[in-house]
Nanobody
Framework: QVRLVESGGGLVQSGGSLRLSCAAS????????MGWYRQAPGKERELVAS???????NYADSVKGRFTISRDNAKNSVYLQMNSLKPEDTAVYYC???????????????WGQGTQVTVSS
């Protein structure tokens, strides 16, 4: 059973920093895109940042220049360094990964359980 486990959320003051981590565990042969989404109360889940296996990164406009995504392919892990945090960054952050299914040889999306990030003003 492949799963994603996140860590690193918490409470921080405005202007502070947090680092989120996500590790994929289980029988994994290949991971394509990995990324982070977030969902604030009453809002839809939105992409924060993503990283392809080739190293190309993509960011939401609202976090450009403040957040940095990185990944360690050897550890099947992805990280999100969040600096200059704002109260509007408060949300549950979800890790996402596209993992190769040995049964179908297609990549399927997998979500983590989510980690709460709260930024106080």
């Amino acid at each position: 059973q492949v799963r994603l486990v996140e860590s690193g959320g918490g409470l921080v003051q405005s202007g502070g920093s947090l680092r989120l981590s996500c590790a994929a565990s289980g029988s994994i042969s290949s991971i394509s895109t990995m990324g982070w989404y977030r969902q604030a109360p009453g809002k839809e889940r939105e992409l924060v940042a993503s990283s392809t296996s080739g190293g190309r990164s993509n960011y939401a406009d609202s976090v450009k220049g403040r957040f940095t995504i990185s990944r360690d392919n050897a550890k099947n892990s992805v990280y999100l360094q969040m600096n200059s945090l704002k109260p509007e960054d408060t949300a549950v952050y979800y890790c996402y990964a596209e993992i190769l299914s040995p049964a179908t040889f297609n990549y399927r999306g997998l979500w983590g359980q989510g980690t709460q990030v709260t930024v106080s003003s």
